[in-house]
């Protein structure tokens, strides 16, 4: 188990700015792929040009680990691969995850890739069952394969439905009400079937509401279409996006709009580096929370985000969007006490200025 002390330096590392990416430091070298010095534990991150995978990219290779990126770049972007190669793959492509099994021959997989808007599962559920479950079905394959015994699985707390009590807790029923997370459940049960049958031991993190950017200012938000909330508030603020849509305002919660659990992308990436020491050690549990614990109504969010950017913030009602719950909150206690993971840059206002630096740096493409 982590000390308070490691956690620290974890966090510290993970924070400062990367100096030399490791592009420069191939061009440096002339070296060529073939020769990529894989003395370091190399982790295949799939997904890894993403937002949460691009900062636990760089949360890895702060903690001594060659993250080799598995990504079609069809939400990903080039510019976020800083630490390590790039592979361009589709997740479901058996022959092509096996050329890039052979060659880097990773020691782990931490597994993002995969489709992750709510409303468009509403809408063409097939696609999501394609690319989540499918997709993850051939990586778990691959690795069986492979030799390769430890996955981290990026997994969501939309697996756990509407909860019946609150905070939720790893025992809660997982009873979805949306694709996106029904396809999230599946892809934990094959791992949980591969665990058993094949010996891959695999650890899904169950997280909340991703949102920040890196508080070093190299990697940030940027989707398209974007649907997360903050980034939609700051550029509702500062004109370029559109009045936000608040879908929902006869929530039963408070002010009437959903309550969600938002946590940093930086303390998410963290959570990723733990949960594979773990592993590495034999210690891991089959599933981790990963949130605050403090829910914020989208009108809460609101007001913190002009109270940071003193910008006033349009918004207009609008009718509830299918598959949202009213309340999503953690308890991330397992993850406290069995990671030796606590979140320290998560706090609102902290999440929302390291948002606004990036979205005023003009980097977000959205």
Not at 170 to 189: C, D, F, T
Not at 193 to 206: K, V
Not at 265 to 278: E, M
Not at 346 to 355: F, G, K, M, N
Request: charged share 20%; proline share 5%; aromatic share 8%.
């Amino acid at each position: 188990m982590c000390t308070g002390l490691a956690r620290a330096r974890l966090l510290r590392w993970i924070c400062l700015p990367v100096t030399e990416s490791y592009s420069r430091k191939r061009r440096k070298s002339g070296s060529s792929l073939e020769s990529v010095d894989t003395s370091q534990r190399t982790v295949l991150v799939t997904g890894g040009a993403g937002y949460i995978g691009s900062h636990t990219c760089k949360a890895l290779a702060s903690g001594g680990y060659l993250p080799v990126v598995y990504d079609n770049l069809l939400h990903g972007h080039e510019w976020a691969v800083k630490w390590g190669p790039l592979e361009r793959g589709d997740i479901r492509d058996g022959s092509r995850l096996a050329e890039v099994f052979t060659r880097y021959k990773p020691a782990s997989v931490l597994h993002f890739a995969g489709l992750a808007y709510v409303g468009q599962s509403v809408l063409d559920p097939g696609r999501y069952y394609e690319f989540n479950v499918a997709g993850s079905l051939a990586l778990a394959q691959a690795m069986r394969e492979h030799g390769v015994k430890r996955i981290v699985f990026s997994s969501t707390c939309a697996t756990y439905g509407s909860p019946e009590r609150l905070p939720i807790g790893e025992e809660a029923p997982q009873r979805p009400i949306n694709p996106y997370g029904a396809s999230k459940l599946m892809v934990e049960r094959i791992l949980a079937d591969f665990r058993r049958a094949h010996g891959i031991c695999s650890t899904a993190l169950r997280y909340f509401n991703a949102a920040g950017a890196d508080i070093g200012g190299e990697l940030g938000e940027d989707h398209d279409p974007e649907t997360h909330l903050i980034p939609l508030v700051l550029g509702a603020a500062s004109g370029r996006r559109p009045p936000l849509a608040v879908f929902g305002t006869d929530y039963d919660t408070p002010d009437g709009t959903c309550i969600r659990d938002y946590i940093h992308v930086t303390d998410l990436a963290a959570a990723h580096v733990l949960a594979l020491r773990a592993l590495e050690q034999g210690t891991a549990l089959d599933a981790y929370n990963l949130g605050t614990g403090q829910g914020y109504s989208v009108r809460e969010v609101i007001t913190a985000t002009a109270r940071v950017t003193g910008l006033d913030i349009p918004f207009s009602a609008c009718p509830r969007r299918p598959g949202d719950p009213a309340v999503l909150v953690s308890d991330a206690t397992r993850a406290h006490q069995e990671l030796g993971w606590w979140p320290s840059l998560s706090e609102l206002d902290t999440i929302i200025r390291s948002a606004w630096a990036w979205h005023q740096r003009g980097l977000s493409r959205g």
